[in-house]
């Protein structure tokens, strides 16, 4: 009798710690990355050059989504501080067509203006100032105006950040310059890494890139994203996904880029870079072509990017939260 009292009382307080510990699992459970997909089907319906009052709509919406913010211009006040230097990191090697939009950057910095940062305070910059003229930007330095600059002007700096496989010299723009840094990839293929966004963004901030791409670029570009004026400075990524790329990136290859119209917004690199793979992938069956993985140029970089030893964002679905707007 008072063993099968005991034993009862011993199987009901069991279930109790368990249903306790479930509910405390439930309540440390990690925040879930948010990840924006905004579009306007009739943003760019051909490869024109998109209406600029259309985009500058486009990232409003998406910016106050991702922040759930009360008004466009409360989100982007979440960016930066007034007296912050503010660094738009483009994608420019390949030119126009499938480069970061100028009608967007112009858009970004209308918006940051009017959120308190002076022009002055607006850095658009890539790793060399040819690359950034093919994209349809002017290199300028006035200091009252934005600023746009390549590398190949500021310089790098004489430390070597180095973490796991990769050690580089950084862009004096990075480390120097900026205060944040708002990351601006397109949402496009790579022939060697799979995919380029925002993840890979970053090889224009190092003076070697050349030097991470075997392997697929596995470790390599998780490593180069620990850098910590790397890690630390990013505030957001936009992801330019107005005019995508399923084969041939990075070079421009128009018979296979189309018009998603659309934008990219998180936080997460990781977890954007997983969002932006998968529309890639799914373009890329669409159109009868063989998946990644097949081609052996699956960016497994971006797993290792969120595993226990770089833990820069999360890769699994069942942890982003993907808002469509």
């Known amino acids: 009798m008072g063993m099968g009292t005991q034993a009862g009382i011993t199987r009901r307080n069991l279930l109790c710690a368990g249903l306790g510990g479930a509910v405390a699992l439930r309540a440390a459970a990690p925040e879930k990355s948010r990840v924006v997909i905004a579009s306007d089907p009739a943003l760019r319906a051909t490869f024109a ?8 709509k486009l990232l409003d919406r998406a910016v106050q989504s991702f922040y759930a913010a009360d008004s466009p211009l409360a989100a982007w006040k979440k960016i930066a501080r007034p007296n912050e230097v503010v660094g738009l990191k483009v994608n420019c090697l390949s030119g ?4 970061t939009s100028t009608v967007l950057v112009e858009a970004i910095g209308e918006r940051l203006q009017q959120a308190g940062i002076p022009a002055r305070n607006i850095v658009v910059w890539d790793r060399l100032n040819s690359d950034l003229e093919s994209a349809g930007f002017q290199p ?10 390549g590398n ?17 010299l950084l862009s004096n723009t990075l480390t120097k310059t900026c205060d944040a840094v708002i990351n601006l990839p397109v949402l496009k293929d790579h022939g060697i890494a ?18 991470y791409h075997v392997n697929a670029g596995n470790p390599y570009i998780a490593d180069v994203n620990m850098f910590p004026a790397i890690r630390q400075k990013i505030r957001l990524t936009i992801c330019d996904a107005i005019s995508a790329q399923y084969e041939g990136g990075p070079s421009y290859m128009p018979q296979w880029s189309w018009s998603f119209n659309g934008l990219l917004v998180a936080r997460d690199p990781v977890a954007l870079d997983y969002t932006g793979w998968q529309i890639l992938e799914r373009k890329r069956a669409e159109k009868g072509f063989k998946s990644l993985r097949d081609l052996h140029r699956e960016p497994l970089y971006i797993a290792t990017a969120a595993d226990s030893a770089h833990r820069l964002g999360t890769n699994d679905p069942q942890r982003i939260d993907l808002v469509k707007v």
């Open 49 to 56: 050059s998109p209406e600029s009052a259309r985009v500058l």
């Open 152 to 168: 190949d002007s500021a310089g790098y700096g004489m430390d070597l950040a180095v973490f796991g496989s990769a050690g580089s």
């Open 194 to 211: 799979g995919v380029t966004l925002a993840l890979k963004n970053v090889f224009g901030a190092i003076h070697n890139p050349n030097k």
């Open 96 to 99: 126009r067509g499938a480069a």
């Open 140 to 149: 300028a330095s006035r200091k009252d105006r934005i600023r746009c600059l």
